[in-house]
């Protein structure tokens, strides 16, 4: 699959934004969906996934309560971000896998990315 990320930008702290990935390829319907960000000069983290039915949805802890990841049948994605914090700046990425556990719990194992969209939120 080809994943197409897009919707971030420059916000103001407990702003928001909605992130969508755009995939294309191979049956979406078959896919779990994650969502990583990498902030400057750190590593890579889960933000959220989705199993490939819209269930099983889990968040990291930083984003519970603030961020709500979905899907609908027309091959996208959504990560909707509230609240946002400085602390929320990142590079964010959408990934694709056929099992839910590959994204939640072996993300090394993912094989398909998007290209990262620049979420900047501003204090």
């Known amino acids: 699959v080809q994943l197409q990320a897009s919707g971030g930008g420059l916000v103001q702290s407990g702003g928001s934004l909605r992130l969508s990935c755009a995939v294309s390829g191979r049956a979406f319907g078959r896919y779990a969906m994650g969502w990583f960000r990498r902030a400057l000069e750190k590593e890579r983290e889960f933000v959220a996934a989705?199993?490939?039915?819209?269930?099983?949805p889990t968040y990291a802890s930083f984003v519970e309560g603030r961020f709500t990841i979905s899907r609908d049948s027309a091959s996208t994605v959504y990560l909707q971000m509230n609240s946002l914090k400085p602390e929320d700046t990142a590079v964010y990425y959408c990934?694709?896998?056929?099992?839910?556990?590959?994204?939640?719990?072996?993300?090394?194992?993912?094989?398909?990315w998007g290209q990262g969209t620049q979420v900047t939120v501003s204090s």
């Open positions: 989705i199993n490939w039915n819209g269930g099983m």
């Open positions: 990934a694709a896998a056929e099992n839910y556990n590959t994204i939640v719990r072996r993300p090394a194992l993912i094989r398909s």
